[in-house]
C-alpha cells in the first residue's frame, strides 16, 4: 500500500514538474531570431572579398561570416575550450549543468557557469543581465529549441555573428578584421587562441587597451587546447611567443563611393556584391592618394576602369582620398557633370570617317581660320601648317578638329553622343555650336569612359554595370561609331605621343584640358579593359599647369602598368583601307575646302582673355608666401598683335606677339588683369589667388 502511494506521489510530482515546465516553455514564446538579421551591412566585390562594411544603427560592427568561411584550428580550438562535447549534446551538457546548479545551491550563487556554446547562443539572442538558476534554465530551453531547429554548424554560425569582443565589435569576422587586419580564413594559431578567449569578458581583455590582460587569457586558452589534443605542445608555446595586437586597424574602405551608391539604390539588401575587383580597386586608389598628394593639397583624383567585353566596371575610385575634406572627398568625381576639353575630338573624325569625309591619312589644314565669329587656336598658339588627320587627331590639333566638326554637324555629333547613352550637358540659352567639339559641353567621367569603351568594342558602346548579384540587364551596346571607323581612331591613338617615361604604342589614348586649366582627362584603352582618369579641383576653381597630357596621362599610364599582362591590340577589319595619302581616292586625299579662311580674318577675331577666367579661385599655393613657382599663366584670344599684359594697373614685362604669358605674385588676394593689343582692344578679368 506504500508503494502505491509513493509511486502516486512521485507521479503526481513529475507531473506537476512537468506541467511547470511546459508553462514555462510557453511563456517564453516563439524564439526570436532578428538580432542575426540587424547585422551590418557590408559590400564585397565580385569574388567576395570585402570591401567596405557599414555598421549597425547603434553603431555595432556585426560581420555575417560562416564556419566554412573560419580557419579550421580556431573552431577546434573553441570547442576544445568552451565546450567539448559540443559535436553530441543536444544543446544542454546536463553533467555540467548538474554541477554548475550543484555549486548555486550550496554557495547561494552561480560560481561555474556550465553554459553549452549553444546556451551562449541564447543568451546571445535573447541578451539578460541577471545570472540566476531560472535565466540558466531559460537558456536550456532556447539551447533545445536551438538543437532542434539547426545543425551544429549553423549554431556556430549564429555564434561567430553574435559574440562580443570588445567595444562596438561583435562577431569573429568584426574582430578578426579590427585586430589583425585579415579574415578569419587566415587566422594563426596565437590569433585563434586570442578570439577564443575574447567573448568571456570582452570589455577587461580587449587587447587594444589591456594587452597584459588579453595575452594572459591567450595563454590559458592554448594550455588548454593543448591539454586536451586541439594543437601540439610545440605549436602552442610558439604562439605564446607572439605578441598581442595593442592597436585596432580600420574596417576595410574600398569603393567608398561606389558602396554607397549600391546601398542608395537597394536600402534593404544587407550584402551587396559588385563587378569591382578588390585588388585593382586597392591599388589604384592608392596610386590617386600618392599623385594628389604629390600634386597639391586640394585637387582630387577620379579614375573608371571598365572590362569592354561585358561593361563591368572594375574599378571605380571616385576620388583621391575620400576622408579628406580640403579634397572634398565624398563628392564621387567620377560622376561630376564636367567640361572634357579635347577628350571628345577622337568622336569627330570618327563620325567624319564613317560618312565618307576623311580617312586617316586625308590631308587637313592646320592654320588661323575663322568660323563665322569663332576662330579656334592650337592649345600652344602656334599652327603645323598642312598635316595629316592622323597626326592632327595624335597632336589634338583644334582647327582641323573644329573644320571636320563644321562638316559633320554639331547636332549631328551631339545626337550621337547622346544616342551612346552619354548624358550631354550644353547651356540651354544658345544652340550646340562648333565650341563642343572643344570642350563647350559638360560631361561624366563614367560616360566618357563609356564612349570608349564602345570604340574598343568596334562602335557599340556598353552599358556599364557595378552590380555582380544583379541579372544582366540584357541592354545592347549602342552604337557610337562604326568599326571601321573605329579601328582607324585606336590605330591613330594608339600611335599618340606617350607621356615622358612611357612606353609608345602600347594603349590608344587621348587627353583633354578644359577651358580655364579646370579639369584634365586622359582616357585610353586596349581590346580588354577602358580607363578614365580626371584631375583638378571639386569646387571648379582653375589651377595653373592643369594640363590633361602632364598630369592625367602619366595617371593613366601608371595604372594601366598595375592591371598585370600586356596591353592587347586591336585586330584591322578586313574592309580597313591601308593607303598613303597620294594613293587615297582622290575625294579623300584632301578635306574639301568650301570656304576660304585667312589669317586676317582670324586676327580680327575679339580680343578676349582665355586665362584666367573672370571671377576665378586660382590655386598657386601663396598661403605659406609667395615662391618662385607661383606664377599666374596668362592666355589671350584674338586682337591684333602685340599684346601687352597688365596686373592691377602696371604692365607686366614688354609688349609680346604670342598671345601668352606669365605674372609671379607678390602674395596671396585680388587681382585685376587686362590686356590691350596693338589697335588698342582691351579685355579685363578680376581673380582671386590662393
Do not use: C
Amino acid at each position: 500500500m506504500f508503494g502505491i502511494r509513493l509511486a502516486l506521489f512521485v507521479g503526481l510530482l513529475l507531473g506537476a514538474a512537468t506541467l511547470s515546465l511546459w508553462r514555462f516553455v510557453d511563456s517564453l514564446g516563439p524564439l526570436d531570431l532578428s538580432r542575426v538579421d540587424e547585422g551590418s551591412v557590408t559590400v564585397t566585390d565580385r569574388d567576395g572579398k570585402l570591401l567596405r562594411a557599414f555598421t549597425t544603427a547603434d553603431g555595432r560592427w556585426r560581420l555575417p561570416v560562416t564556419t566554412a568561411e573560419v580557419d579550421p584550428r580556431y573552431v577546434a580550438m573553441l570547442i576544445a575550450y568552451e565546450d567539448r562535447r559540443f559535436r553530441w549534446h543536444p544543446g544542454v551538457d546536463w553533467r555540467s549543468f548538474a554541477r554548475a546548479g550543484w555549486q548555486a545551491l550550496r554557495n547561494g550563487r552561480v560560481v561555474s557557469g556550465g553554459s553549452t556554446l549553444t546556451m551562449q547562443v541564447a543568451r546571445l539572442l535573447e541578451p539578460r543581465e541577471e545570472r540566476t538558476l531560472a535565466a540558466k534554465l531559460r537558456q536550456a530551453v532556447r539551447a533545445v529549441q536551438l538543437e532542434r531547429r539547426f545543425s551544429k554548424d549553423q549554431i556556430l554560425d549564429l555564434y561567430f555573428a553574435l559574440a562580443p569582443y570588445g567595444g562596438n565589435i561583435e562577431g569573429l569576422r568584426a574582430a578578426s578584421l579590427s585586430y589583425f587586419g585579415k579574415e578569419p580564413k587566415r587566422l594563426t594559431t596565437a590569433e585563434a587562441a586570442l578570439l577564443t578567449a575574447l567573448p568571456q569578458s570582452p570589455e577587461t581583455r580587449r587587447p587594444d587597451r589591456y594587452a597584459h590582460a588579453a595575452q594572459t587569457a591567450r595563454d590559458r586558452v592554448l594550455e588548454r587546447a593543448a591539454r586536451f589534443g586541439a594543437l601540439g605542445r610545440p605549436e602552442a608555446a610558439l604562439a605564446r611567443a607572439e605578441p598581442v595586437p595593442t592597436a585596432r586597424w580600420p574596417v576595410p574602405m574600398l569603393a567608398a563611393h561606389a558602396a554607397e551608391a549600391a546601398m542608395r539604390s537597394e536600402p534593404d539588401r544587407r550584402v551587396h556584391r559588385l563587378t569591382l575587383e578588390a585588388r585593382l580597386q586597392a591599388t589604384l586608389e592608392s596610386l590617386a592618394r600618392e599623385r594628389a598628394d604629390a600634386l597639391g593639397p586640394r585637387l582630387s583624383i577620379a579614375i573608371l576602369a571598365v572590362d569592354n567585353a561585358t561593361g563591368h566596371v572594375r574599378a571605380h575610385v571616385g576620388a583621391a582620398d575620400y576622408l579628406s575634406a580640403a579634397r572634398a572627398g565624398a563628392v564621387d568625381m567620377a560622376q561630376a557633370v564636367r567640361s572634357p576639353g579635347s577628350a571628345l575630338k577622337p568622336f569627330i573624325y570618327a563620325l567624319a570617317f564613317e560618312t565618307g569625309l576623311a580617312h586617316p591619312e586625308t590631308i587637313l589644314d592646320d592654320r588661323p581660320s575663322r568660323f563665322g565669329l569663332y576662330a579656334p587656336e592650337n592649345f600652344d598658339l602656334s599652327f603645323q601648317g598642312t598635316v595629316t588627320a592622323r597626326r592632327a587627331l595624335q597632336l589634338s590639333l583644334n582647327v582641323p578638329a573644329v573644320e571636320l566638326l563644321a562638316d559633320v554637324g554639331p547636332a549631328r555629333f551631339l545626337a550621337r553622343l547622346r544616342q551612346a547613352g552619354a548624358d550631354i550637358v550644353v547651356p540651354k540659352e544658345a544652340a550646340p555650336g562648333l565650341a563642343v567639339g572643344l570642350g563647350g559641353l559638360g560631361i561624366r567621367l563614367t560616360d566618357l569612359v563609356r564612349l570608349y569603351a564602345g570604340l574598343a568594342r568596334g562602335g557599340d558602346a556598353p552599358a556599364l554595370q557595378w552590380r555582380a548579384d544583379a541579372p544582366p540587364t540584357g541592354e545592347p551596346g549602342r552604337r557610337i561609331a562604326e568599326p571601321l571607323s573605329s579601328w582607324y581612331v585606336f590605330d591613330i591613338l594608339r600611335g599618340a605621343p606617350p607621356p615622358a617615361n612611357s612606353p609608345a604604342g602600347r594603349i590608344a589614348f587621348k587627353t583633354g584640358t578644359s577651358y580655364g586649366y579646370r579639369d584634365a582627362w586622359a582616357v585610353g584603352f586596349d581590346k580588354r579593359v577602358t580607363i578614365g582618369v580626371w584631375v583638378g579641383r571639386p569646387d571648379g576653381a582653375a589651377v595653373p599647369g592643369l594640363v590633361g597630357r602632364q598630369i592625367a596621362a602619366p595617371i593613366l599610364f601608371d595604372a594601366f602598368s598595375r592591371l598585370g599582362g600586356e596591353p592587347e591590340p586591336i585586330a584591322a577589319p578586313r574592309d580597313a583601307l591601308f593607303a598613303t595619302s597620294a594613293t587615297l581616292p582622290p575625294p579623300l586625299r584632301r578635306l574639301r575646302r568650301d570656304a576660304p579662311r585667312s589669317v586676317a580674318a582670324a586676327a580680327n577675331a575679339p580680343l578676349k582673355i582665355a586665362f584666367p577666367p573672370d571671377g576665378a579661385r586660382v590655386d598657386l599655393g601663396l598661403s605659406a608666401g609667395p615662391t618662385a613657382e607661383a606664377s599666374l599663366a596668362l592666355k589671350a584670344l584674338g586682337g591684333v598683335p602685340p599684346l601687352t599684359w597688365m596686373v592691377n594697373g602696371r604692365p607686366v614685362g614688354e609688349p609680346e606677339a604670342r598671345r601668352q604669358g606669365a605674372w609671379r605674385p607678390d602674395g596671396a588676394g585680388f587681382a585685376r588683369v587686362s590686356v590691350m593689343d596693338a589697335a588698342g582692344a582691351t579685355d579685363s578679368v578680376m581673380v582671386r589667388l590662393e
